[in-house]
């Protein structure tokens, strides 16, 4: 089992930057790829980005490349997302998961892949 807390949201002027945190509990944390998804309202939980057990790959959907930069912290539990040039589209409920990705595997960017999720931390981004 793995327990994920999300922390972090707020209001945020278009332009401007947040730093989302995901604490992790239980067992073998560092096993698992850790990832970012967000649900805007009235639409489907999407993928953001994903980060190996290791964090020597990351993985980013399009319209947040350049922008948003995933990372994580073992010795910590932690799992991160550097959010900058932050747009009102990027206005969600932003949610951290644990999931797998294999060696061979594409990354986890579906909620299927994934196998914990935290409860989410809202992001409003006013133009």
């Known amino acids: 089992q793995v327990q994920l807390v999300e922390s972090g949201g707020g209001l945020v002027q278009a332009g401007g930057s947040l730093r989302l945190s995901c604490a992790a509990s239980?067992?073998?944390?560092?096993?698992?790829?850790m990832g970012w998804f967000r649900q805007a309202p009235g639409k489907e939980r999407d993928f953001v980005a994903a980060?190996?057990?290791?964090?020597?790959?990351?993985y980013y959907t399009d319209s947040v490349k350049g922008r948003f930069t995933i990372s994580r912290d073992n010795a910590k539990n932690m799992v991160y997302l550097q959010m900058n040039t932050l747009k009102p589209e990027d206005t969600a409920v932003y949610y951290c998961?644990?999931?797998?990705?294999?060696?061979?595997?594409?990354?986890?960017?579906?909620?299927?892949?994934?196998?914990?999720w935290g409860k989410g931390t809202l992001v409003t981004v006013s133009s």
């Open positions: 998961a644990a999931g797998g990705w294999g060696p061979s595997a594409p990354p986890p960017t579906t909620r299927g892949g994934m196998d914990y």
């Open positions: 239980g067992r073998a944390f560092s096993n698992y790829a």
């Open positions: 980060v190996s057990w290791s964090g020597l790959r990351t």
